[in-house]
């Protein structure tokens, strides 16, 4: 049921959105979150993949380690604008967002080091693959004098 729902909904990830992305092997960061959803606004624990410059979301930790395997979802970050703490919009602990101009997703963490760590790890991947930024200036930006 939920699948048809998906399917109806067009929540499925474009194939595009994720193809040529080996998410199974060596992401730059992992781990379980705990996602509101888009429509129906409940709170859903899923496996999380950060690569490329994609964030990537799996019913569970087997499913992103499978190839082949499809995600939940996607968001490209270079689309992104800002990533942020949001304890105080959401009235839970550690809460954070991912904004865009036309969406704002919430997110939680379990403790709040791994929501430091995803929020940084987050906000270097919008700089590195932010389509205002050039190659260039994402060198310069990491060069060590």
Known sequence: MENLWRIATG???NRGDYEG???????ERSGWLTKQGDYIKTWRRRWFVLKRGKLLWFKDQASAETRGSTP??????GDCLTVKGAEDVVNK??????????YTLFFLADNDKEKEEWINSIGRSIVQHSRSVTDSEVLDYDHKP
Do not use: C, K, T
């Open 11 to 13: 929540q499925d990830p």
């Open 21 to 27: 992305i080996e998410f199974w092997s060596n992401p």
């Open 72 to 77: 939940r979802g996607v968001i490209s970050v």
């Open 93 to 102: 602990p550690f809460a954070f967002e991912i904004s865009s101009g036309s």
